[in-house]
């Protein structure tokens, strides 16, 4: 008797039966990650790219003249735009150059006045 058998106890041989089943989990396995990736793409990359896509239409409808907040806060009508910068006037003669992903929200016309 070598001492390892009673640490570690031999494997007998078994009669060879029929071919194993396949596993239930094989299918269920793979299904998981799927539905997960799903859940996500409709709870989260799906309405940030509606977010994104509705950011760029407003930046593209933007007229002189318009009423606007920076993402900083910065209220302001729009005096000129760019290609890719934005005049903002926040007070008379007082003007900041801003880019135009900065602009956070379009206000209704005559806002910063009633405020």
Known sequence: MNPLDVLIPAAHAQAAGA?????PFGFQGLLFPIVLIAIMYFLMIRPQMKRQKEHRAMLEKLAKGDEVITNGGIAGTVSNIGESFITVEVADGVQLRVQK???????????LKSA
């Open 101 to 111: 992903g900065a602009i956070a929200n379009v206000l209704p016309k005559g806002t």
């Open 19 to 23: 071919a194993p089943a396949a596993s």
